[in-house]
């Protein structure tokens, strides 16, 4: 019913209340904030680092002052009133990396980059972080259109890109830029037909599938001075267009960047609105990021489902359902104690705002895998997830948020991401 009176108030040209909101707040362009988080496990902050514009705004005009999913963390613009008028959610590399050994240790600092629409009159953004137990840091500040130090980027040249995918207009349809990471100049073939193959693979699974008209896929030809990325185990450091890396937290196969501004100064003038980064590299690996980006190798066996299952993080914002024996890797990522955001998985703390709908009666909860439910998707509470043997839950045995031989998401993980999808097109 959502779609059909979308459509009927464009046939009308009534504008949407959205639209009439965005208008009133907002212009056509996008402001884009450069933060700094920075801290250790104890402690955490958030700084300003810089402010520029391009013209175009290519992010939802939809459901400004709400979010889908909470997140690690959110920025929320308000006017002089103090009316939300705008509002994102988010997790990033530093969030994930405050729950490791190493946090315990030392401090750090990492990138953080967020785009919104530029507002009209003076704004106050308010930036929050949140840990795994929900302590929140805080940031806020003035943002003032005419603030002659926030920097014009509108003549920046950018980088020869192709659509492989246009479902729609750009101002209307998600944008995913697809960035060439570890491919030279004489590589770009490669990378074109790789980039193809990633758009193809995520648009075959539901519920991408019957919502290819609200996507387009652009791939961007950045150029590396070195092909293949930086795999540190084995003493191989290359410059490379975003800096990516294997052994992220020491982990082996996590390979992430922590170059973001770079990621968005490559996207410039580009209808952008998330990232997925291909590593010219068969070495497997990769990692996804809720609302930051998604990374992963090209050239492994795996490539095909491994970038649906990290688009799956970084679009849906969902949680592994995978577990390790012993507890090993990321097991402090989730606190036993809280419910965590991701909507997939669960600690019993607050089930019922998960999917608890979704379990059908004489379902006994935890779950017991049966071969007969595990073929089937049957949803139920099935323990093992979000890294750990116990404590956590998953809502099917089998699902590509938890098995490469997995040929699908569960329902879970579908209603999931269809309901980001929605939300970024479709007015509420």
Not at 168 to 189: F, H, N, P, Q, R
Request: hydrophobic content about 35%; overall charge negative.
């Amino acid at each position: 019913m959502r779609k059909l009176l979308f459509c009927l108030f464009a046939v009308l040209g009534i504008q949407t209340l959205s639209a009439q909101m965005f208008d009133t707040n907002f212009e056509d362009s996008t402001l884009r904030i450069d933060y700094t988080f920075a801290g250790n496990a104890d402690v955490q902050y958030v700084a300003l680092n810089n402010l520029s514009s391009t013209e175009g705004w290519w992010g939802r005009r939809t459901n400004l002052d709400s979010v889908p999913l909470k997140g690690n963390g959110d920025l929320t613009l308000y006017d002089a009133e103090g009316k939300v008028i705008y509002k994102t959610s988010f997790s990033s590399l530093f969030q994930e990396w405050i729950t490791t050994p190493e946090a315990k240790d030392i401090t750090q600092s990492f990138e953080f980059t967020l785009l919104v629409p530029m507002p009209r009159e003076k704004a106050t953004a308010e930036l929050v972080l949140r840990d795994n137990t929900g302590k929140e840091s805080r940031l806020k500040h003035t943002i003032n259109p005419d603030d002659v130090l926030i920097r014009d980027r509108s003549k920046s040249e950018a980088l020869p890109h192709r659509y492989l995918h246009r479902g729609g207009d750009s101002k209307e349809a998600v944008d995913v830029v697809i960035l060439a990471e570890g491919y030279t100049a004489e590589e770009m073939a490669l990378f074109l037909a790789d980039a193809q193959i990633a758009a193809d693979e995520i648009l075959s699974y539901e519920p991408f599938k019957s919502h290819k008209e609200k996507f387009n896929f652009i791939a961007v030809e950045s150029v590396s001075k070195d092909t293949n990325v930086s795999v540190p185990q084995e003493g191989a450091w290359r410059e490379t267009a975003v800096g990516s890396n294997f052994m992220t937290f020491y982990m082996e196969r996590y390979l992430t960047s922590g170059n973001v501004y770079a990621m968005y100064d490559l996207a410039t003038n580009i209808p952008c609105e998330h990232f997925i980064i291909l590593a010219n590299t068969d070495t497997y690996g990769g990692g996804g990021i809720y609302n930051s980006y998604t990374l992963t190798t090209a050239h492994h066996p795996a490539f095909r489902p491994v970038v649906v299952h990290e688009f799956g993080h970084s679009f849906g914002g969902l949680g592994d359902e995978y577990f390790y024996e012993g507890n090993l890797d990321n097991d402090e990522m989730h606190s036993l104690q809280h419910e965590p955001w991701e909507p997939n998985i669960t600690t019993l703390v607050d089930f019922e705002s998960k999917w608890a709908d979704m379990v059908e009666p004489g379902i006994e909860i935890p779950t017991k895998v049966t071969e007969e439910r595990s073929k089937n998707y049957t949803v139920g509470v099935y323990e093992g997830g979000g890294y750990r043997s116990k404590g956590i839950y998953r809502p099917v045995d089998v699902c590509r948020m938890r098995n490469n031989v997995a040929d699908r998401f569960c329902p879970v993980c579908e209603r999931a991401i269809e309901r980001v999808i929605l939300h970024q097109t479709v007015e509420e």
